[in-house]
């Protein structure tokens, strides 16, 4: 079976432009998470999606937005990108559940590394 | 504010020997505790995870110890390998969400 496929692996932006990072789940899984990891760090979490619904957001500001469509897959969106906003872009995906548990353990895709000039 | 704190931050073992990673928690909104391995660009695997009453898993020569009271787990690496010379992540399921609290990282180094 597949894994977390994300895509495009790599990019190279410039300040001020916009970005889109794509993410397809493992079959079956039906959360989406958003995860900034910056060179040395552990991953920081951006946004969670349930079922479509937004269930949690991370201390990022207005410029991070996401979505999650009815096949589960998501996207992240990034506006007026800074030079700051380098990092590695990992999405996660889970069964997910309302109760917790084994069903909320993640599995990480390989990520998105955007650079930012 | 929910936190993961993680030590040492880097570790150097010799090949065959016990490679021991810990984290502390600071609440109990955490329902799972999981460890990631990771390879230099690659995203974090999923190497084991334990519930809050499970004092220790076994995978392997991968073993997690879990002391709730302490509010502390451990990963131990038996029979370490130049394979596993990566970085190790402990991480905390949140209970109310589902987002995971990664701990600072450790990396290790497994000299042959």
């Known amino acids: 079976d597949a894994g977390v496929t994300q895509s495009p692996t790599h990019l190279i932006k410039t300040r001020g432009q916009h970005v889109t990072l794509r993410c397809s789940p493992i079959?079956?899984?039906?959360?989406v998470s958003w995860y900034q990891q910056v060179l040395g760090q552990g991953p920081q979490f951006i946004f969670q999606?349930?079922?479509?619904?937004?269930?949690g957001r991370g201390n990022f500001p207005d410029r991070f937005s996401a979505r999650q469509f009815p096949n589960y897959s998501s996207e992240l969106n990034v506006n007026a990108l800074l030079l700051g906003d380098s990092a590695l872009y990992l999405c996660?995906?889970?069964?997910?559940?309302?109760?917790?548990?084994?069903?909320?353990?993640?599995?990480f895709g390989a990520g998105t590394r955007l650079s930012v000039l | 504010q929910q936190q993961v704190k993680q030590s040492p931050q880097s570790l150097i073992v010799q090949k065959g020997g016990i490679s021991i990673i810990n984290c502390a928690y600071e609440?109990?909104?955490?329902?799972?505790f999981p460890w990631y391995q990771q390879f230099p660009g690659k995203g974090p695997a999923l190497l084991i995870a334990?519930?809050?009453?499970?004092s220790e898993k076994k995978e392997g020569r991968f073993t997690i110890s879990f002391n709730k009271s302490a509010k502390q787990f451990s990963l131990h690496i038996m029979d370490s390998q130049p394979g596993d010379s990566a970085t190790y992540f402990c991480?905390?399921?949140?209970?109310?969400?589902?987002?995971?609290?990664f701990g600072q990282g450790t990396e290790l180094s497994v000299k042959p």
């Open positions: 996660a995906s889970s069964f997910g559940s309302s109760g917790g548990g084994a069903k909320n353990i993640q599995y």
């Open positions: 609440n109990t909104a955490f329902d799972y």
């Open positions: 334990i519930r809050p009453d499970v």
């Open positions: 991480a905390a399921i949140d209970n109310q969400g589902g987002k995971l609290i």
């Open positions: 999606y349930y079922e479509k619904e937004e269930r």
């Open positions: 079959s079956g899984h039906k959360s």
